[in-house]
T-cell receptor, first 115, second 113 residues
């Protein structure tokens, strides 16, 4: 199994809603990532978890709250989002970097629209 | 800080044409270099990588050589197919920066039959 599975594929939410994005992998990877991608732009790193601990937070607003319940799962909790947060949210996983940077396996993403 | 610059798109080619997508970088130390591809409606997939100077990454007919003297990692393919239509991202990363990748702006490729 070389897949990273993200649910839901599409999400529409209002600015007062609370929702969660989910990501799952069964490749035994111990590093997991959240990226945000606007249309026709490169992905922007949001968070990195390494061995289930948050290792990188790229100064992301607190309305985005990541969670890594175990080594296979990664969640992104959303609350009080703004319309400019509408984007494709990509999850990725890899072996934690050692002497060589390992490749990232990406999911297909959740297309989020904030109304 | 580190950065990656790619040629602007969109690039439109006829099937079987030769492809070059230019990528140059600015970085301290010795980064690893990557090409990722994103097909419509999908996430990114690693196309190829190189971890040190003069390494050549190759996959599915695509090649790129890590040129430290020119700080470049240009992507080439001898004969493109319609199925190669996608957005291509050049990226760099340092193993001691927790897996963080720095992406170029992306180059959209459209191959016509």
């Amino acid at each position: 199994d070389t897949e990273v599975t993200q649910t839901p594929k599409h999400l529409v939410m209002g600015m007062t809603n609370k929702k969660s994005l989910k990501c799952e992998q069964h490749m035994g990877h111990r590093a997991m990532y959240w990226y945000k991608q606007k249309a026709k732009k490169p992905p922007e790193l949001m968070f990195v978890y390494s061995y289930e601990k948050l290792s990188i937070n790229e100064s992301v607003p607190s309305r985005f709250s990541p969670e890594c319940p175990n080594s296979s799962l990664l969640n992104l909790h959303l609350h009080a989002l703004q319309p400019e947060d509408s984007a494709l949210y990509l999850c990725a996983s890899s072996q934690p970097p050692g002497g060589v940077l390992e490749k990232l396996f990406f999911g297909s993403g959740t297309q989020l629209s904030v109304l | 800080g580190d950065s990656v610059t790619q040629m602007e798109g969109p690039v439109t080619l006829s099937e079987e044409a030769f492809l070059t997508i230019n990528c140059t970088y600015t970085a301290t130390g010795y980064p690893s270099l990557f090409w990722y591809v994103q097909y419509p409606g999908e996430g990114l997939q690693l196309l190829l990588k190189a971890t040190k100077a003069d390494d050549k990454g190759s996959n599915k007919g695509f090649e790129a050589t890590y040129r430290k003297e020119t700080t470049s990692f240009h992507l080439e393919k001898g004969s493109v197919q319609v199925s190669d239509s996608a957005v291509y991202f050049c990226a760099l990363g340092h193993y001691n920066q927790g897996g963080k990748l720095i992406f170029g702006q992306g180059t959209e490729l459209s191959v016509k039959p």
